[in-house]
């Protein structure tokens, strides 16, 4: 395939650094940096309370590697744990008073926080570094009673809410990352849609990592009341680093009966350079819970950064009737590592799930998809369709499939299906036999490889996602 | 791998609990480890003076390496959904040669299949000539138990034993550390031998909680063809355990065919390695079909050693109220062209359990590979629980690799179909699962034994059907 | 329009052809017979730039081009088009997202514009009536679960939409039943004109019977070992290949 080779290696795009003044706390971990945290964010005492059991948990705890991912020990003492753009006043009241800096820094990575110019129907919550630097179109929401706004204006101005879901769908204490995020999370989104209301726009998070040597640590909590429905799409860039950086996530989703949330993810964390320098450690929890009956949780991810992803957005499917859904695209090229897939719990009677994730090794990537489904012994009429498909590019590449499926009822059927595949000889040559370049047909081939995952995301997010992924496979095939 | 972390961690408390519950465990581990050695130091008593040294280094080798590692917990990624842990705690003892006699008429009734061919019976664990049927000798052909084999052909046995090998279970290293008896047969190139060699292990009533740990060898030249069918038959009322492992090379070129029926008795525990390394060019079937025992697993361990080795793997298990079984199968291909198969198909009723885990592995640079796999699982109670895995890991761009596994109910449509003409509902499931469960008879590639197989798969569901 | 001289073509070493001799002129419609293996096949890949063969003599011209030495799509784009013996699935590549691709980049190289989404379709609906497929092939994936009969029905279509100087058309009436036969040389015949050539490999010389050539060539051995007109088909057909083999027979018959 030489062709590919021809193929300009592209730099990453989003590796710019802003010069923004940070207001940050030196390196390093213990129960003052939680107290400062909280202080800094002006929060009441329950969230510190929560904040330091959760770091009491964590110390007792040990450090995961039982995933198919190799890399070497961080150093949880050496990364900074707060670090936020400093700016005049206290915090921005309206994104007239965000600094200029980072408002072209949304720019440049094509996220318009200006309200003006925003094509209509989505608003987003920008998160840099570790804090919220703007909400947009929070007026409109407010009309239909949505409240969406960052994690720590929640706290102050919604805590009941906040009290009321935190940590019920991911205890503190579930893993080594969730509670570590637990202790020192710094902003995020909140979400809260009421009652009977269907979101009017679609919601968004984007978020960046500018500061060196910076953790981030976000906590992303969506409540659905009966009978909502809310759209939500996140995407994450971060400026080129030689050294590594953590970025461990924590989501949790909760539906009331009727409701449904569809949560979507570009993720374009920096991955690294060709020989694996640098990118970002992607170290996220992301679980729903259906918890009232016909709800309905749905996950899209197309994963194309970090250097390390490793991730299962689950669903527990608690309520009857209720759907849960994985949609997938994870690519690993040059020496990228990717261990992602999902947890589908069946508990309620006549509970669906549907899981289709595709792999794209390429160069040294190494890809594995991890799964499990398990039908509980009430969980009548449990349904599963699980498809995983890899396509590799090259011979250094490498893909594996894990999936786990239990099952304690008889009356489930559950159903998993794998297979792997190359771009072949044959398929180019027939392209260009048709006048199609190489590049545009390797392009077209692993977009319609990812067809049935492209298909869910909103129609914007598609189109950019299948941008990203022609980038990002860019010298890959060669 | 620590396969719990993996899930959701539980809350403090029972964080707490496992701490001690720990404490009583690690005294469960060293009392087990302290049994199985003053069985290994009995045995030794008795062997000392009759086997070569290079067997006791070996054996004493694997003892200690066993005795490191310990009887696996449900938190070894290997063993994640079956416990062990009655296997460890039992007081297992050795068997003495000789202690139970069986004679012919005994015998007869206690196995009601005629069997053509070469037969080899093994009482307790060890060789019973008078009940065998040995063929006359061929050229070269070594068909004999492994006791007599470990002095008539030393050297051949002391190379495949002492190889190193590290795909070796814990089970595998225990029984190498009490090899005594098994059968060792060693086909020479070019040579068709067109009976199946049977190898049929009985357990007679004798005695309560004994040990049998048979070692079996089966080299094949180069292109020469055998079928070897391995059975394990009991009538025997009393907990027992079965703790065996065969090894089979099949040289450039050879075929291949691999039988094995596992019906223990009620209260047995039955878990047994096969060790299989296929050749260049060479190909290996399977059929293995799980009827016994309390708890049974079986790893079957395929490696295609070279280009063009090709693997057909086949299994077929009905676990009933109680029961618990699990198939582990690897299949490695280490070489350009390899094609392997597998279908595994498994019956549950009643509150039995069952599990599947199917590994393919494609080294780098094995392209061309083309593996298949499919596993599938019909549920006839609402207390039975599968738990299938099956598992891909590829390193080469090439390859055609899929897998699939599907559980489920029988399809009320074509039960309905059956009762429509008239069949009862009890009949046509039966039927139906019959069905189910020929494909795999028909995908194995059987011959001469296909009737064998068939007869113990219809004695299964005729009559007695699914007890709910 | 296409001149093939002294062609000398390797497979895994293994010389195919051995010497082929052939000038093609704009309107014609050239056919090549010959048994299994004698290199019909060979030809008409060398032609399209597979990668898979090696030129160790001779030289192909194309429009008073070196053929050889572009990549395949640029021998697409300057007017050659295969339709092919086994044409290649593409999973999760519809039809017509494919194949305006194609005409895009072709139309790109000729410094036409681009036919945007809604032109193309019902340019491609046109198309498609002519090979009697229905509107639902558009959006099916490229020869995705086609059957034998719909990828050479689909290898025609591409033809049709491409507009090709030169095309050449390998196997493409093998395994098709009567009415299918009759649509592909109908459709062959509308391809017919001034300006384009037609390279026709077959086994059969039934597809004779609804496309009329001007000249038949028989290949064996991986030599044109006769030339001629249409009533030379129709003699292999009666007499088969072998007797071509004897000796002397390439000057007695």
Known sequence: MKEAKALIEQEYKYGFVTNVEADAIPPGLDEDVIRLISLKKKEPEFMLNWRLEAYQRWLKMQEPHWQNVSYPNIDFQDIIYYSAPKSKKDGPKSLDEVDKEILETYEKLGIPLDEQKRLAGVAVDAVFDSVSVGT??????????????????????????????????????????????SAVFSDGSFCYIPKGVRCPLELSTYFRINAQNTGQFERTLIVADEGSYVSYLEGCTAPIRDKNQLHAAVVELVAFKGAQIKYSTVQNWYAGDRNGKGGIYNFVTKRGKCAGERSKISWTQVETGSAITWKYPSVILQGDNTVGEFYSVALANNHQQADTGTKMIHIGKNTKSTIISKGISARFGKNTYRGLVRVQPGALNAKNYTQCDSLLIGDQCSANTFPYIEVQNRTASVEHEASTSKISEDQLFYAKQRGISGENAVSMIVNGFCKEVFKNLPMEFAVEAAKLLGVSLEGSVG | MDARAWEFEGSLKREIQMIMVQDQKKDKHSKALEHYESLFHGLN??????????????????????????????????????????????????????????????????????????????????????????????????????????????????????????????????????????????????????????????????????????????????????????????????????????????????????????????????????????????????????????????????????????????????????QHMDHHTSIQHQKPEGVSRQLYKGILSGASQAVFCGNIFVAPGAQKTDAAQANKNLLLSSEATIDTKPQLEIFADDVKCTHGAAIGELDPTQVFYLKSRGISELKAKEILSLGFAVEVLNHAELETTHEYFETLVKNQFEGNYCEK | MLQIKNLHVNVNGTEILRGIHLEIRGGEIHTIMGPNGSGKSTLARVLAGHPDYEVTEGEILFKGENLLELSPEKRARSGVFLAFQYPVEIPGVTNSYFLRAALNEIRASRGLEEMDASDFLAFLKEKMKLVE????????????GFSGG??????????????????????????????????VSRCTNLMRSKERAILLVTHYQRLLNYVQPDFVHVLMDGRIVKSGGRDLALKLEELGYEWMREPGSLKGA
């Open chain 3, 133 to 144: 497929m229905d509107a639902s092939f558009a959006s099916r994936f490229v020869n995705d």
């Open chain 1, 136 to 181: 947009t179109f929070k007026e409109t929401l407010k009309k239909v009673g949505v409240i969406f706004c960052s994690f720590s204006e929640a706290v102050k101005e919604h805590p009941e809410l906040v009290k009321k879901y935190l940590g019920t769908v991911v205890p503190y204490a579930d893993n080594f990352y969730a509670a570590l995020n």
């Open chain 3, 150 to 183: 719909e990828k050479k029905r689909n290898e025609v279509l591409q033809m049709l939409v491409l507009e090709p100087l030169l095309a050449v058309l390998d196997e493409t009436d093998s395994g098709l039943d009567i009415d299918a036969l009759k649509l």
């Open chain 2, 45 to 322: 008593a008795t062997c000392k003076s009759s086997e070569p040294s290079w067997l006791e280094v070996l054996r004493r080798n694997a003892f200690l390496k066993f005795s490191q590692i310990g009887f696996p917990t449900t938190k070894t990624e290997a063993w994640k959904y079956t416990n062990v842990s009655e296997i460890e705690t039992a007081r297992f003892q050795n068997v003495q040669r000789g202690s139970s006699l069986v004679v012919k008429e005994e015998f007869d009734q206690m196995f009601p299949f005629s069997l053509n061919g070469t037969r080899l019976v093994f009482v307790n664990g060890f060789f019973a000539e008078h009940l065998s049927i040995l063929p006359n000798p061929q050229d070269g052909v070594v068909i004999s138990s492994l006791d007599l084999a470990i002095k008539t052909h030393p050297e051949i046995l002391k190379s495949y034993l002492t190889r190193e090998t590290n795909t070796e279970d814990v089970f595998a290293t225990l029984n190498k550390a009490f090899i005594q008896d098994g059968v060792f047969v060693y086909v020479p190139q070019n040579l068709e031998i067109k009976n199946p060699i049977h190898l049929i292990f009985i357990q007679g009533e004798s005695q309560s909680l004994s040990l049998v740990q048979p070692r079996n060898l089966i080299v094949i030249g180069p292109r020469s063809r055998a079928s070897i069918i391995e059975t394990f038959f009991s009538v025997s009322e009393h907990a027992y355990f079965t703790n065996g492992v065969t090894e089979m090379v099949a040289e450039e070129g050879a075929t291949l065919r691999y039988g094995r029926v596992q019906a223990e008795g009620k209260k047995a525990y039955h878990v047994y390695a096969t060790n299989v390394q296929v050749g260049k060019e060479s190909s290996f079937s399977s059929l293995v079909l799980d009827l016994g025992a309390k708890i049974a697993r079986h790893n079957l361990n395929v490696e295609l050693l070279d280009v063009g080795a090709s693997c057909n793997l086949n299994g077929l298990y009905f676990p009933r109220s109680g």
